[in-house]
């Protein structure tokens, strides 16, 4: 991770590390043959000694959470998009668009930098969502999940759906409206559509108007 070594210092396979986090993290990356990781930067690892006890991602086996944080789920199936604000490399790329090979049950990975975005297609019967968050947690990169941002999301997509439904009736009124109202319009002899049809449609276009109001 580039920190230096200035307490207890961990040893092993001839490396020396900052802490057993990081050398946890090493001893993954080495099983998996991913260890080109460590040849694509300087400093591409990120310091694990503050790394809190994994209890407490026991919610992520809630099904209901799931759903919440998840764009897709079925029975074998989970797609979503994580928040890893560790992403600052090419490196971070690398590694976690390789993530299937430290665990099969991830199918797709994919890293979008500039917004430090990880998706993510899992197979839930070779792995689960809660393995794959502490399998991010143990090589550096934990994700920011936040349920009450979800919450705020999801109140603001309801609000704008209901603003789009709204727009959708307003355009339709206008619509209906204009066309009711083009024989008035286009009557150039002033004959006019007579009293009884020009009272219909003017009824008609007041009807029309009490949705928008």
Known sequence: CGEDCTEETVHFDDKAFCCLGCKSAYQILEESDLCGYYDLDANPGINLKNTKHRARFDYLEDEEVITRISDFHDTTRISLTLNIPNIHCTSCVWLLENLQKLDSGVLQSGVNFLKKELSLLIDTDKTSLRDVVEQLVTIGYEPEIRLEKLDSKTEKSHQNRSLWLKMGVAG??????????????????????????????????????????
């Open 172 to 213: 339709f009124a206008f619509g209906n409206i204009m066309l009711f109202s083009f024989p008035d319009y286009l009557d150039t002899t002033g004959s006019g559509l007579g009293g009884n049809f020009h009272i219909f449609f003017g009824a008609l276009n007041i009807i029309l108007a009490l949705p928008v109001l």
